[in-house]
């Protein structure tokens, strides 16, 4: 299990079961006064947290938590992969997974470096997007991998993981699940429905034009976020939970272990093969393909239809019938409605 660092990650850990605990357990497990523990608790409302209080009875969680633990993600990920020097390393409550690896990448060797956090305040997604992950209620990672190319070599590394994520989600036996160019997960229920944000990827580097580099690729997934209903997420999203994924104990443990492995095994093939094998399976979960969309460009929004991606994981649009090709940090895709 995460190794707890501090009282809030203490209290979280005992609290895990869903079951009332006294306050004079909980009190003396953190060797806290009481005045101490009921400030401590009400900590736990920053992490996306519901306590409930029951007079002469203590404390609970309106829910049980999935808690990661790092040996069962360590024991998914060697199933699916034959890297056994990756370092797996959980946190409790973090800003972002990604901006703790990269402050270390300077400093990066050859082994894979995997940051796993139960909470998240500060992930980013592109273009500066803030994405919070209640406690235990998603699944929040980074892999940081050093490369022999150069940054300009790895354009196309962002569609590869989305590609290895989105095939680890679908084996869940969930329908509808695809990818939005050029890095959200998504879930439309039929054709005409809205997308749904399930998840997000984004790809950072660091190195010389001419490398070697390394490459931090960051991953969310929505699991479970339960109450989380006070307008904080500012998009359509959806999780796991809510499209009827079997959510038993150890299910996140087991979803971060395969992701990694995946991604793990998608970074080997990119090193290998390039993209070509990952961008030939992008259509089969390309939701934008044969939509209307509008490009979100600084002079305004351009309408256009959707075409695919092209060999270098562009995207191709019609506008006003002319092809056009859109390249990932220049535009945002929204489809119409």
């Known amino acids: 299990m995460c190794a707890p660092r501090e009282p809030q990650a203490v209290l979280i850990r005992d609290l ?4 009332f605990h006294s306050g004079t357990d909980l009190a003396r497990a953190l060797g806290l006064p009481r005045s ?35 040996e069962d993600v360590r024991r998914h990920y060697l199933v699916g992969s034959t890297r056994r020097d990756a370092d ?16 270390h990448a300077e400093a990066a060797g050859e082994r894979v470096q995997c940051l796993l956090a139960e909470h998240q305040s500060a992930g980013r997604g592109r273009r500066g997007r803030r994405w919070v992950t209640p406690y235990a209620g998603g699944i929040a990672l980074s892999v940081m991998r050093r490369f022999a190319l150069g940054p300009g070599a790895l ?13 680890v989600l679908e084996a869940l036996g969930i329908p509808g699940l695809g990818l939005k160019w050029p890095n959200d997960l998504v879930h439309r229920e039929h054709t005409a429905a809205p997308l749904r944000k399930l998840g997000g990827l984004l790809v950072e580097v660091r190195g010389e034009p001419r490398g070697p580099c ?32 079997d959510l038993v104990p150890g299910t996140r443990s087991r979803i971060a272990g395969e992701l990694l492995a995946a991604l793990e095994a998608a970074c080997e093939a990119f090193v290998r093969d390039g993209a070509r094998d990952y961008l030939a ?10 939509r209307e969309v509008l490009i979100d460009r600084a002079g305004g929004q351009v309408p256009a239809r959707a075409l695919g991606i092209d060999a270098d994981g ?23 409605s």
């Open 16 to 19: 895990a079961d869903g079951a």
């Open 155 to 167: 354009g196309t590394l962002s569609l590869v993981a989305g590609v290895a994520a989105v095939e």
């Open 36 to 70: 101490t523990l009921r400030a401590t608790l009400a900590r736990l409302a920053g992490y996306g947290l519901v306590l409930e209080t029951r007079r002469g009875i203590g404390y609970r969680l309106s829910r049980p938590l999935d808690l990661l633990h790092p």
């Open 281 to 290: 399976r992008w259509p089969a979960h390309d939701v934008l393909a044969g």
């Open 88 to 103: 797996i390393e959980c946190a409790g409550a973090v800003g972002s997974t990604s901006s703790l690896l990269l402050a």
């Open 314 to 336: 562009a995207l191709r649009v019609d506008v006003a019938g002319r092809e056009q090709r859109v390249h990932a940090g220049e535009v945002s895709i929204r489809p119409r």
């Open 214 to 245: 390394v490459a931090v690729i960051g991953i969310g997934v929505n699991v479970d976020f339960g109450s989380v209903r006070d307008g904080s997420i500012d998009q359509p999203w959806c999780d796991l939970r809510g499209l009827g994924a």
